[in-house]
């Protein structure tokens, strides 16, 4: 199988993971139950959770212990993007080309089944507790850690928070603020991704601190490489307007330290990845970085 | 010490375990930060950490491995408001005399205060690991389950999607919906730091089943006392409007069953809640229930 036929597997397989994780949509509460698994089941690459399983498994991890866990970051990721669609946020009224889920279930239910799903995120990350010996259990502890550490106001909501301030702010963002957004909006949750497939697999600590770094590397080159695109690609690449941000003086990466030095950076921050983790070139986690960085959309 | 100056006191000594988990007002995401503690210390009775606290001494428990527990349990408390207090659900502009979080810090703020004060109530209550021997590992993840589980989609959250799809329902509520919303939306939170007390100091499953059971009827007793109040009450007792559930042509507890009928039910539910811990009538805890459900406002 070639890399794209591995790729597509994969997804398919922790598709069937993430929906053993579900809630049934039956009771009372039967329609937050559905604005749920709609969120979750409306696409994306899953590439957080492929990240759990394939460190866990380049660390020597067996065993079922992970999947709570990459359901989990799923869902967190999920109900990240159910709120930041919600009117008094981003506004949106489409994601992946269907309905978000404020507009199909009501601003209400988006905010509850934005709430029901980062809840159930952590129900769902504590049955990794049913699938281990209880000497594991200090493992899972820390995993738990990460995990509400990279999410929450020191990971992905703090660089959240900051996003929003910034577009409302009229000074222009500084470089400062714009790796914090980037470092804590994307780069975190990919960290977590990473840190939890080492430290269930018993990754040492020295360990589990490269697999941060490695996130940070992979995160903040993934979105320069999108505000490359944004510059380069086409419209018919991107299936979105190109020049966006320029057009809405939003300052990025390229605006502010030019296209040649961003290309630069997403070479050097790729290149340090594959070498921290000292991946062969054609392992499929090599692989993987390199087609979610240097891609055309 | 009578029971008021002794109540009193306790306020203040969990109003003190509360601020050391409290998050600092630094960074980028600042306003944030600002945002939660607002809205945690807002006031209240602090009824749930004091619950938690009151049966974890209870059952024998000592030292500080309930702390991170009780700080979590009133976060969760309060992100429910927050969220319940947002123009897309009930759309109050003042609580306890204060304005409200997305009133002083802008709608997204508030969604993202809310969210933020979920997720780090998980990160709190992992502390818990921090203060325990491994040994006591699986106590910790046993109270983690019922704090999530009474909180989610089976508890809280599914009581509260309930009760806002019974408000836009041209039907009125059944007796059954009525006590589902009851049961999950009031009861839960209260079940989970009466379990989540004993759980930490050691009870056996028996015992966590007959706090699930005394949680429940003191939330449901609350709840129908509500309703009573509504009805019984003055103006200047209450604080607030009275008969505004007949007036809303709201389905209540009273309204159902008629007034002598609910207060027996509290009367019974109450009783049942003091003998099923064997509690001794001058016990605190037996009076805590009493102030909490005959109540005059």
Redesign the interface.
Known sequence: MNFNETLTTKVQNIEKIIKQFL?EET???K???EA?NYSVLAGGKRLRPMLVQEVFEAFGGTGDVAWPFMAAIEMIHT?SLV?DD????DNDEYRRGRKTTHVLY???????A???L???A??TA?RA?DKAE?TK??R??KA??VL??K????GM??????D??SEDSIEPITAE?LM?IHE?KTAALIQASMMIGGILAGATDEKVAELERTGYDLGIAFQIQDDILDVTSTFEELGKPIGSDEKNHKQTYVTIYGLEHAKAEVKRLSEEAISLLGLDSDSFLAKLFESLIYRSK
């Open positions: 809630p009771g009372y509460q329609t937050v139950l749920m109900y709120h919600l009117p008094a946020m009501g601003e209400a239910m988006g905010i509850l934005g709430d029901a980062l809840n159930y952590f129900e504590f507790f209880t259990y200090p899972i502890a738990l850690k509400a550490g999410a929450g106001i020191y909501i703090g660089g959240q928070v900051c929003i301030e603020q914090f804590h």
